[in-house]
């Protein structure tokens, strides 16, 4: 037999080059645009079709008019997760990933969730002692209306589900999802991703004034290192939600 004759050696087989199932800095940087694109254009779709709905015509004139409503903003932020979803699952695929692997959607214990709230319950506190000191209003002025607004006319719990379930969801899968996710893997390593997915969810609340912008920077590198630490997506998921949820709930029923 060949495989006892020294003449004829067994073949060896080399292990085929593993296949990269992870995008890194110039493939997440792109698809990252490609998501947040998707983001917005299903949370402009909500609009579009409440005004198709309504029957009024198609200009900016319109859908400025529908979109500045409680009800018609609560639903574009709600439309904009599956919208989201469905971008990153894409990305994903095409790397023939695990969904649940690539984005950490892994549980945290309950040590991690405890430690990471405190953390930023702190960091709200002090920016909200920065801001009476200052006598800036804890919270934008335009949101504040908003939220008391939708609150008058009876949208109080689509746009809590809106700010305190969607947003949180959507933004995280994009920022300490999938931009940590590649960033981390490439030359920027975690230090370097925890930063520049922070900057990059701080460029969403552009609606914000640099003030509210720096709060929200701040926020974000303590949701990256909380992501670095636990490898959880659904702790910074929770913890996006808890600030938000409460901020939208002092805001509509005890003040701004």
Known sequence: MDILNPDHPPLVMTPAEHVPRVWKFWGTALWGLFIFVAMFVGQIGAVVLLAALRGLPMDLASLQLVGHEPQTLALSVIMGLPATLLAVWLAIRIKKASFIDYLALHWPSWKQLLFGAVGLILIVLVWETMSRALGREATPGFMTDLLKSGRDKGAALLLLFAFSVAAPMSEEVLARGFLYRGWSASFLRASGAILLSSLVWTIVHLQYDIYFLAEVFTIGLW??????????????????????????VLTMWVGS
């Open 223 to 248: 949701f990256g290192y909380m992501r670095y630490r636990s490898g959880s997506l659904w702790l910074t998921i929770a913890l996006h939600a808890l600030n938000n949820l409460t901020a939208v």
